[in-house]
Protein backbone atom coordinates (compact mmCIF):
# COMPACT_ATOMS: atom_id res chain seq x y z
CA UNK A 1 0.00 0.00 0.00
CA UNK A 2 1.38 3.20 -0.80
CA UNK A 3 1.67 6.27 1.80
CA UNK A 4 2.58 10.02 2.35
CA UNK A 5 4.66 11.82 5.03
CA UNK A 6 4.50 15.31 5.58
CA UNK A 7 6.89 16.82 8.07
CA UNK A 8 5.43 20.06 8.88
CA UNK A 9 1.91 20.23 9.65
CA UNK A 10 2.54 23.78 10.61
CA UNK A 11 4.27 26.55 8.32
CA UNK A 12 4.66 30.50 9.77
CA UNK A 13 6.99 32.38 7.51
CA UNK A 14 7.52 36.49 6.34
CA UNK A 15 7.00 37.71 3.48
CA UNK A 16 10.16 36.62 0.82
CA UNK A 17 11.31 34.19 2.74
CA UNK A 18 12.26 31.06 0.82
CA UNK A 19 10.06 28.24 1.35
CA UNK A 20 10.36 24.45 1.53
CA UNK A 21 7.32 21.59 2.31
CA UNK A 22 8.53 18.07 2.45
CA UNK A 23 7.16 14.95 1.76
CA UNK A 24 7.93 11.36 1.18
CA UNK A 25 6.22 8.50 -0.22
CA UNK A 26 5.84 4.66 0.53
CA UNK A 27 5.79 2.43 -2.64
CA UNK A 28 7.43 0.26 -4.52
CA UNK A 29 6.51 0.97 -8.28
CA UNK A 30 6.15 3.81 -10.68
CA UNK A 31 4.63 6.70 -9.36
CA UNK A 32 2.93 9.77 -10.41
CA UNK A 33 3.19 12.94 -7.89
CA UNK A 34 1.65 16.40 -7.19
CA UNK A 35 1.55 18.98 -5.37
CA UNK A 36 -2.43 20.70 -4.51
CA UNK A 37 -2.89 23.74 -2.80
CA UNK A 38 -6.47 24.83 -0.75
CA UNK A 39 -6.65 28.23 -0.49
CA UNK A 40 -8.98 29.78 2.62
CA UNK A 41 -12.81 29.36 1.49
CA UNK A 42 -11.72 27.29 -2.06
CA UNK A 43 -11.39 23.70 -3.48
CA UNK A 44 -8.00 21.58 -4.26
CA UNK A 45 -6.35 23.05 -7.04
CA UNK A 46 -3.18 21.57 -9.13
CA UNK A 47 0.13 23.53 -8.21
CA UNK A 48 2.07 20.71 -10.04
CA UNK A 49 2.71 17.31 -11.07
CA UNK A 50 5.81 15.12 -11.85
CA UNK A 51 4.64 11.81 -14.41
CA UNK A 52 8.50 11.62 -15.62
CA UNK A 53 11.22 13.06 -17.51
CA UNK A 54 13.35 16.17 -15.75
CA UNK A 55 12.88 15.79 -11.53
CA UNK A 56 12.57 19.34 -11.59
CA UNK A 57 9.45 20.05 -12.04
CA UNK A 58 7.95 23.96 -12.37
CA UNK A 59 4.42 24.54 -11.30
CA UNK A 60 1.97 27.39 -10.84
CA UNK A 61 2.72 30.86 -8.71
CA UNK A 62 6.40 30.46 -9.45
CA UNK A 63 6.99 26.93 -7.02
CA UNK A 64 8.64 24.42 -7.79
CA UNK A 65 9.67 20.80 -6.70
CA UNK A 66 12.28 18.01 -7.02
CA UNK A 67 11.59 14.44 -7.18
CA UNK A 68 14.52 12.41 -5.51
CA UNK A 69 13.61 8.79 -6.54
CA UNK A 70 16.45 7.20 -4.45
CA UNK A 71 15.03 8.90 -1.12
CA UNK A 72 11.32 8.92 -2.57
CA UNK A 73 11.22 12.59 -1.84
CA UNK A 74 9.31 14.93 -3.72
CA UNK A 75 9.77 18.63 -1.88
CA UNK A 76 7.92 21.55 -2.61
CA UNK A 77 10.33 25.03 -2.99
CA UNK A 78 9.55 28.57 -3.41
CA UNK A 79 12.02 31.31 -3.51
CA UNK A 80 10.26 34.12 -1.72
CA UNK A 81 6.85 33.75 -0.41
CA UNK A 82 4.04 36.00 -0.47
CA UNK A 83 1.68 36.54 1.94
CA UNK A 84 -1.25 35.04 -1.00
CA UNK A 85 0.69 32.08 -1.04
CA UNK A 86 -1.35 31.48 2.79
CA UNK A 87 -3.09 28.23 2.72
CA UNK A 88 -2.91 23.88 2.62
CA UNK A 89 -0.77 22.29 0.78
CA UNK A 90 -1.06 18.89 0.27
CA UNK A 91 1.60 15.83 -1.64
CA UNK A 92 -0.17 13.04 -3.32
CA UNK A 93 1.12 10.17 -4.93
CA UNK A 94 -0.62 7.82 -7.55
CA UNK A 95 1.01 4.27 -8.93
CA UNK A 96 1.13 4.60 -12.54
CA UNK A 97 -1.22 2.44 -13.60
CA UNK A 98 -4.26 2.98 -10.97
CA UNK A 99 -6.39 5.85 -10.72
CA UNK A 100 -6.46 6.04 -6.67
CA UNK A 101 -4.48 9.09 -5.21
CA UNK A 102 -2.63 9.08 -1.64
CA UNK A 103 -2.70 12.54 0.45
CA UNK A 104 0.03 13.40 3.14
CA UNK A 105 -1.41 15.21 6.05
CA UNK A 106 -1.34 18.49 4.65
CA UNK A 107 1.17 21.46 5.64
CA UNK A 108 -0.99 24.74 6.51
CA UNK A 109 1.27 27.77 5.67
CA UNK A 110 0.92 31.27 7.14
CA UNK A 111 2.62 33.89 5.51
CA UNK A 112 3.11 37.34 7.37
CA UNK A 113 2.69 40.62 5.05
CA UNK B 1 -11.31 27.40 -16.78
CA UNK B 2 -14.31 24.65 -16.14
CA UNK B 3 -14.74 23.20 -13.08
CA UNK B 4 -16.29 20.76 -11.04
CA UNK B 5 -19.43 21.60 -9.47
CA UNK B 6 -20.90 19.69 -6.24
CA UNK B 7 -24.31 19.95 -4.27
CA UNK B 8 -25.17 20.68 -1.71
CA UNK B 9 -22.22 22.69 0.06
CA UNK B 10 -23.63 21.61 3.35
CA UNK B 11 -26.08 18.68 4.23
CA UNK B 12 -27.19 18.08 7.87
CA UNK B 13 -29.19 14.63 8.14
CA UNK B 14 -29.83 12.18 11.06
CA UNK B 15 -28.13 9.08 11.38
CA UNK B 16 -29.86 6.38 9.65
CA UNK B 17 -30.71 8.60 7.15
CA UNK B 18 -29.69 8.20 3.69
CA UNK B 19 -28.00 10.97 1.81
CA UNK B 20 -27.08 11.78 -1.83
CA UNK B 21 -24.20 13.93 -2.76
CA UNK B 22 -24.01 15.30 -6.41
CA UNK B 23 -21.91 16.27 -8.87
CA UNK B 24 -21.23 17.66 -11.82
CA UNK B 25 -17.91 16.29 -14.08
CA UNK B 26 -15.91 18.60 -16.43
CA UNK B 27 -17.24 18.11 -19.65
CA UNK B 28 -15.39 15.94 -21.74
CA UNK B 29 -13.49 14.00 -18.32
CA UNK B 30 -14.65 10.43 -18.42
CA UNK B 31 -13.33 9.55 -15.17
CA UNK B 32 -14.96 10.01 -12.11
CA UNK B 33 -13.97 10.02 -7.92
CA UNK B 34 -14.91 10.16 -5.06
CA UNK B 35 -12.68 11.32 -1.76
CA UNK B 36 -13.44 12.58 1.81
CA UNK B 37 -11.37 13.82 4.29
CA UNK B 38 -12.72 13.51 7.99
CA UNK B 39 -11.91 16.92 10.29
CA UNK B 40 -8.18 16.73 11.30
CA UNK B 41 -6.92 13.66 9.35
CA UNK B 42 -5.90 12.91 5.48
CA UNK B 43 -7.55 13.27 2.35
CA UNK B 44 -8.88 9.35 1.77
CA UNK B 45 -9.68 7.89 -1.41
CA UNK B 46 -13.35 6.17 -1.64
CA UNK B 47 -13.84 5.18 -5.00
CA UNK B 48 -13.27 5.59 -8.97
CA UNK B 49 -15.71 5.32 -11.40
CA UNK B 50 -15.54 5.00 -15.57
CA UNK B 51 -18.09 3.76 -18.50
CA UNK B 52 -20.65 3.46 -15.24
CA UNK B 53 -18.26 0.77 -13.56
CA UNK B 54 -16.46 0.97 -10.84
CA UNK B 55 -13.19 0.74 -11.62
CA UNK B 56 -11.26 0.58 -8.18
CA UNK B 57 -12.50 1.31 -4.65
CA UNK B 58 -10.93 1.54 -1.11
CA UNK B 59 -11.93 -0.80 2.17
CA UNK B 60 -13.85 2.54 3.24
CA UNK B 61 -16.36 2.06 0.31
CA UNK B 62 -18.25 -0.99 2.26
CA UNK B 63 -21.69 -1.25 1.21
CA UNK B 64 -23.81 1.04 2.65
CA UNK B 65 -21.89 3.68 -0.36
CA UNK B 66 -22.73 3.33 -3.90
CA UNK B 67 -22.23 5.58 -7.27
CA UNK B 68 -23.93 6.00 -10.18
CA UNK B 69 -23.89 8.46 -13.07
CA UNK B 70 -27.88 8.74 -13.38
CA UNK B 71 -28.44 10.76 -16.50
CA UNK B 72 -25.20 11.17 -17.92
CA UNK B 73 -24.51 14.18 -16.06
CA UNK B 74 -24.45 14.14 -12.67
CA UNK B 75 -22.39 11.75 -10.30
CA UNK B 76 -23.67 10.82 -7.15
CA UNK B 77 -22.60 9.04 -3.80
CA UNK B 78 -25.38 7.84 -2.11
CA UNK B 79 -24.78 6.84 1.92
CA UNK B 80 -27.80 4.60 2.98
CA UNK B 81 -27.54 4.64 6.18
CA UNK B 82 -25.52 7.07 7.78
CA UNK B 83 -23.85 6.65 10.65
CA UNK B 84 -21.46 9.51 12.92
CA UNK B 85 -18.42 8.59 11.70
CA UNK B 86 -19.70 9.57 8.25
CA UNK B 87 -19.58 12.89 9.17
CA UNK B 88 -16.39 14.41 6.81
CA UNK B 89 -15.89 16.81 3.73
CA UNK B 90 -16.59 14.45 0.70
CA UNK B 91 -14.91 15.56 -2.33
CA UNK B 92 -15.70 14.88 -5.83
CA UNK B 93 -12.81 14.76 -8.21
CA UNK B 94 -12.90 14.15 -12.52
CA UNK B 95 -9.84 13.33 -15.11
CA UNK B 96 -10.14 13.74 -18.98
CA UNK B 97 -8.74 10.43 -18.74
CA UNK B 98 -6.81 7.68 -15.98
CA UNK B 99 -2.51 7.78 -16.07
CA UNK B 100 -1.03 11.06 -16.30
CA UNK B 101 -4.04 13.13 -16.05
CA UNK B 102 -4.71 15.24 -13.28
CA UNK B 103 -7.68 14.74 -11.29
CA UNK B 104 -9.59 18.20 -10.80
CA UNK B 105 -11.75 18.81 -7.69
CA UNK B 106 -15.00 20.08 -6.66
CA UNK B 107 -15.56 22.38 -3.82
CA UNK B 108 -16.49 19.78 -1.86
CA UNK B 109 -19.71 18.73 0.89
CA UNK B 110 -19.91 18.81 3.97
CA UNK B 111 -21.62 16.53 5.73
CA UNK B 112 -22.93 16.15 9.39
CA UNK B 113 -24.49 13.20 10.86
CA UNK B 114 -26.42 14.15 14.33
Known amino acids: AQSVSQHNHHVILSEAASLELGCNYSYGGTVNLFWYVQYPGQHLQLLLKYFSGDPLVKGIKGFEAEFIKSKFSFNLRKPSVQWSDTAEYFC???????????FGGGTRLMVKP | EPEVTQTPSHQVTQMGQEVILRCVPI?????FYWYRQILGQKVEFLVSFYNNEISEKSEIFDDQFSVERPDGSNFTLKIRSTKLEDSAMYFC????????????FGPGTRLTVT
Open chain 1, 92 to 102: AVKSRAGNMLT
Open chain 2, 93 to 104: ATSRDQGTYEQY
Open chain 2, 27 to 31: SNHLY
